[in-house]
């Protein structure tokens, strides 16, 4: 079983559709959780952490659920600048140790 | 400022040379990790250098593969003997290195595109 699991997509969504991608982890000792956006040959950039009381940033929403070992990320009102690859991370330490990263949730915003 | 630079961008060798992959990192930033990331896969942690500690290696898939850093800074990934399965896109990112329960952004470069022929 891979360490993080996500769906793979592709997910096409219309322009201010409502998106949710979700992911799991297997160790139950990961400390630290966040969404990284990749683009098309471009290196990862953090998106947002997330925290066990889930956090808002704009348009994107994430929640942890650390008794199911599931991370979710909610955009709301997608936008043509969001098509990109939605990588889950986890970590066991603080962001201060190795990343371990899902395959990625490929998302196309259609206009 | 300067982000996380990486050099060369692409690099193609022919299988059984050896290649050298250099990382500059965040001035100031004290943790320096290597990822790769091959067609169709996750990116794959390789390695992790915090300080002076000596570097966390276990993600490292053979003895193919080696890195340093030197005056806890620049750092260079050596594959020897490369073989097709090595081709890939490597990526070094770089981190202030806190500890203590803060969270710890990680910066990634570019990213260096081997191909192994």
């Known amino acids: 079983r891979k360490e993080v699991e996500q769906d793979p997509g592709p997910f096409n969504v219309p322009e201010g559709a409502t998106v949710a991608f979700n992911c799991t982890y297997s160790n139950s000792a990961s400390q630290s959780f966040f969404w990284y956006r990749q683009d098309c040959r471009k290196e990862p950039k953090l998106l947002m952490s997330v925290y066990s009381s889930g956090n808002e940033d704009g348009r994107f929403t994430a929640q942890l659920n650390r008794a199911s070992q599931y991370i979710s990320l909610l955009i709301r009102d997608s936008k043509l600048s969001d098509s990109a690859t939605y990588l889950c991370v986890v970590t066991l330490n603080f962001g201060n140790e190795k990343l371990t990263f899902g395959t990625g949730t490929r998302l196309t915003i259609i206009p | 400022g300067a982000g996380v630079s990486q050099s060369p961008s692409n690099k193609v060798t022919e299988k059984g040379k050896d290649v050298e992959l250099r990382c500059d990192p965040i001035s100031g930033h004290t943790a320096l990790y290597w990822y790769r990331q091959s067609l169709g896969q996750g990116l794959e942690f390789l390695i992790y250098?915090?300080?002076?500690?000596?570097?966390?290696k276990s993600g490292l898939p053979s003895d193919r593969f080696s890195a340093e850093r030197t005056g806890g800074s620049v750092s260079t990934l050596t594959i020897q003997r490369t073989q097709q399965e090595d081709s890939a896109v490597y990526l070094c990112a770089s981190s202030k290195g806190t500890s203590g329960g803060s969270t710890d952004t990680q910066y990634f470069g570019p990213g260096t595109r081997l191909t192994v022929l």
């Open positions: 250098f915090q300080g002076n500690s000596a570097p966390d």
